[in-house]
């Protein structure tokens, strides 16, 4: 860590920790610090470990060779039972974490809690927050960190000392409105995504200032009649329930000046009521940080029905293309196909399957439309039921991919799943789940998904390491040939990033279903992920295997054994 060069190995934790914080430079996690995040691995300060959201390291300490040395320096309670889904970030020796209602500032070398921010919700919160009273981390700018709420409220406080420094309210949580999501700064500018999609709300992507907690814009999902886009709703009322959450974090190109955004679900899920494409739910938005223009989007599902969403994370590389290199944006979508999109101008460049998948012959590359099967179209027009793949969990969940310059390869927890689905009839209710919909999950116990590190452009899989229960984790690439990545029963493991080899694991105190990260100190490579099992299967599968998996949260972090 080029910050730390007054630092030496060998010196006690304690004294190394406080002098890492007195080397830390100032004005850490400025605009600078935040584009270079994926080449100082000193330090993780974004969500994604660098803007482009590859989470890659090119740290190799720990390697295939040496990753049997691998053992737990420390770990943490989080005091959480309710899911540990956050990505922690590094600063300044300070390790922060963050679950639903608590935020933590941690000694990165020993584990020690430096301060505590709790927060207090009412009673009723769980209704808003209908898919998990989760957090999925912070952010970093200028000395302040900063974080959103289950009461749909955004919050900075003081990274030294944990005072409360702004809150900033978004929406009226008992309006169904939710935040989960990980802020990002992009070019001076604080940005957040709301959580509605269950509830009839109408999404939005909204800005703030940094300093203040003044909103700089708010640029609705749902266009109102008028507006570009609004055409693709039927006419009436339907547009101001339309749902578009935007709870997952984008990614943020420095050099266009772009942010990219997944924008999911139309509401209610029956799509009898909503004939149209209704944009922009299920796509991708590419805006201006500083004033939320839109430049171009990609629609991915248009009038979803499935709730495959459009959120999951938006990574970025260069990568060949019919021979040609091109500036990419890639997706595992809920539906089952992975997309490559030019970041430049939203041209689809490919849309292959990565799982199975039944809902569609296809993605038609003139139009980018999927082609659905007979029975799709037929459910379509007469509300029967249909049985297709993948069920609402999708082909790939919330929980982020990693790519490796190294390999050309996406590695990604896959899911394999589907469900008997058909329409229904619901009457909407301010602030109540707004679903109208039946189904009838199916599951196989032997066949919940797998680890796989799949080709950008056609979506196979060079290898798979597959799982008998659906894995949410996170995944994280090194230079050391590495793959580290969790499961639902509670094991962390690490494989070979070219043959997909098991090369080590550690059995963790709960299921895993967070966001590893890897970093470096004094010449010592650490890795840090949080176990404490939750998340929507857990909540909605009724799976009897993971009744056996105690509950409750640790941040756990490793290094070699000296």
Same mark, same amino acid.
């Given at each position: ?7 030496? $190995? ?26 270079a ?5 000193? &330090? ?18 720990? !390697?295939?060779?040496? =990753? ?51 927060? %207090? ?10 898919s ?21 409220? =955004? ?22 409105y ?19 999609? %269950? ?17 700089l ?5 749902? #266009?109102? #009649?008028?507006? #570009? ?21 984008g ?26 494409? !209704?944009?922009?739910t ?20 248009p $009038? &979803? ?7 999951? %994370? ?13 500036? =990419?944006?890639?997706?595992? $979508?809920? !539906? ?27 993605? &038609?590359?003139?139009?980018g ?18 049985? =297709? ?10 929980? *982020? ?15 394999? !799943? %589907?469900?008997?689905?058909?329409p ?20 196989d ?14 979506g ?38 070219g ?16 966001? *590893? ?25 009724? &799976? ?19």
């Amino acid at each position: 860590m080029k910050s730390m060069d007054c630092l030496r $190995n060998g010196l006690p934790a304690a004294l190394a920790a406080g002098l890492w914080a007195v080397c830390a430079p100032a004005g850490a996690q400025s605009t600078a610090v935040l584009s270079a995040d994926h080449t100082t691995p000193g &330090d993780v300060v974004t969500y994604g470990m660098g803007y482009s959201q590859q989470r890659f390291s090119p740290l190799k300490q720990i !390697n295939a060779r040496t =990753v049997s040395r691998l053992v737990p320096v420390w770990a943490m309670g989080t005091n959480n039972s309710l899911g540990d889904e956050a990505q922690p970030l590094v600063s300044g020796g300070m390790m922060y974490y963050t679950t639903g209602k608590s935020t933590y500032a941690v000694d990165a070398l020993t584990g020690r809690m430096a301060w505590k921010h709790e927060l %207090e919700y009412g009673p009723d919160i769980g209704r808003a927050a209908l898919s998990g009273q989760v957090n999925r981390g912070p952010a970093l700018y200028e000395g302040k960190l900063f974080r959103t709420t289950l009461d749909a409220q =955004v919050l900075a406080l003081d990274a030294k000392t944990g005072k409360e420094l702004w809150k900033s309210k978004s929406a009226d949580y008992k309006q169904g409105y939710s935040m989960s999501v990980a802020p990002l700064v992009a070019n001076g500018v604080l940005i957040t995504g709301i959580g509605c999609g %269950e509830h009839g709300g109408r999404g939005y992507i909204e800005a703030w200032d940094p300093e203040t907690g003044k909103q700089l814009w708010r640029k609705y999902t749902i #266009p109102a #009649p008028g507006e #570009p886009g609004s055409e693709t709703w039927p006419e009436g009322d339907a547009w101001t329930r339309g749902g578009g959450p935007a709870w997952l974090t984008g990614s943020y190109d420095p050099a266009l000046d772009l942010v990219f955004w997944g924008v999911g679900n139309a509401s209610p899920w029956n799509a009898q009521d909503r004939r149209g494409d !209704n944009l922009y739910t299920a796509s991708v938005l590419a805006m201006r940080p500083k004033t939320g223009e839109v430049v171009w989007y990609y629609q991915f599902t248009p $009038n &979803d029905t499935f709730d495959f969403d459009g959120n999951n %994370e938006l990574v970025q590389a260069d990568i060949l293309v019919a021979g040609k290199p091109r500036k =990419v944006v890639m997706q595992a $979508n809920r !539906n089952g196909f992975l997309y490559v999109l030019d970041r430049v101008s939203g041209e689809l460049l490919a849309a292959n399957a990565f799982t199975r998948q039944t809902w569609a012959e296809g993605i &038609d590359m003139k139009t980018g439309r999927p082609v659905e099967t007979a029975a799709v179209k037929k459910m379509r027009e007469t509300g029967d039921w249909v049985t =297709v793949a993948p069920a609402a969990f999708g082909g790939k969940n919330w929980n *982020p991919m990693s790519f490796s310059p190294a390999t050309g390869l996406l590695y990604a927890n896959v899911l394999d !799943n %589907e469900w008997d689905y058909r329409p229904a009839k619901q009457p909407y209710e301010a602030g109540a789940p707004y679903i109208a919909m039946e189904a009838k999950w199916r599951f196989d116990q032997k066949a919940g998904g797998a680890l796989k590190a799949l080709d950008p452009v056609t979506g196979k899989a060079k290898w798979q390491h597959p799982w008998t229960i659906a894995s949410f984790s996170g995944t994280l690439a090194t230079a050391g040939d590495l793959v580290f990545t969790g499961n639902m029963t509670g094991e962390f493991a690490a494989f070979h990033a070219g043959t997909g080899q098991k090369l080590w694991s550690f059995q963790t105190s709960s299921g895993i279903v967070s966001q *590893p990260i890897t970093w470096e100190h004094g010449g010592r490579q650490y890795v840090t992920v949080a176990s404490g099992i939750g998340t929507v299967y857990l909540f909605f599968a009724g &799976d009897e295997r993971l009744a056996t998996v105690p509950p409750g949260g640790t941040l756990w972090t490793f290094a070699l054994m000296p």
